[in-house]
């Protein structure tokens, strides 16, 4: 049986395991368009040879959703193919890889070795926040790349393929896991969720977890802004934040992070 999906005409997701990631892969009639590349070298690989089974095509095209481990650095494995994301994805990779691996490393320490063969690779074909048009195909197949806001990072892009009727949400969405706010701007994210659900006619494949759809998208938005209403509650004193954990939609030992992201928001610490 494939390992890939098909979501909608010739777009394909991937689950793989490891941090239940889905990887895209966009066919075209002369080439692939890859979205995301994981976490590194060995694991870019597996995608190359998972994507052996999909089709003979040749790679033309690669998106980052945004410069977390995850999603940019197993890049260097898919070159010479240019590869695009939001200008600050590449200053993402390019400021804080090092910093990144070290973190993955220390709590993944069975993946030091494979980690420390990373060679970090920023997309070369950046955009700024108006977005990108990429026409990977010479069979007229058009990629949108939209950046709707702060949210999850400062560099989220959705991946859209409208003659498929399909988007790639990147980590803005997560499904069956709480989003990870560490390095997200949660009092921004709730209005970058809201024009995500309005782009969202079709498949939703987020970043983690299951693949959903509009209503899936409205979830995880009403979900989203919970966090960001809890947080101000607390910071005019209504609620304690021992109640706000207990609050929000996500289980109580993990919804301490995206509330205290959001109170240093709140408190102008981010900007
Ligand atoms: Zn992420």
Request: aromatic share 6%.
């Amino acid at each position: 049986m494939s390992p890939w999906t098909e979501v909608g005409d010739r777009v394909f997701t991937r689950r793989y395991v490891f941090y239940d990631q889905n990887i895209g892969a966009i066919l075209g009639d002369d080439g692939v368009l890859i979205v995301d590349t994981r976490v590194s070298h060995r694991q870019a690989d597996e995608i190359l040879a998972d994507l052996k089974s999909l089709t003979t095509l040749p790679i033309r095209a690669v998106v980052n959703t945004h410069g977390h481990n995850d999603h940019a650095f197993g890049n260097h494995r898919f070159r010479p193919a240019p590869i695009w994301g939001h200008e600050r994805c590449a200053r993402m990779v390019t400021e804080t890889g090092t910093d990144q691996l070290a973190r993955v490393a220390e709590a993944i320490p069975a993946m030091a070795d494979e980690l420390a063969e990373v060679v970090l690779d920023p997309p070369d074909r950046t955009f700024g926040d108006e977005g990108a048009t990429v026409d990977f195909d010479a069979g007229g197949r058009q990629i949108l790349l939209s950046y709707l806001g702060r949210g999850h990072t400062d560099n989220d892009v959705v991946v859209i393929v409208p003659d498929a009727d399909v988007m790639f949400g990147g980590d803005l969405v997560e499904n069956g896991a709480t989003p990870y706010f560490g390095d997200g701007y949660p009092m921004e994210w709730p209005a970058t969720a809201e024009r995500l659900v309005e782009l969202v006619t079709g498949a939703l494949v987020p970043g983690h977890g299951d693949v959903g759809d509009r209503a899936f998208a409205v979830r995880s938005m009403v979900e989203i802004r919970t966090v960001a209403d809890l947080a101000s509650l607390v910071l005019d004193g209504t609620i304690g934040m021992e109640d706000a954990v207990l609050r929000t939609a996500y289980p109580a030992d993990t919804a301490r992070e995206p509330l205290e992201r959001a109170l240093a928001q709140l408190r102008g610490e981010l900007d």
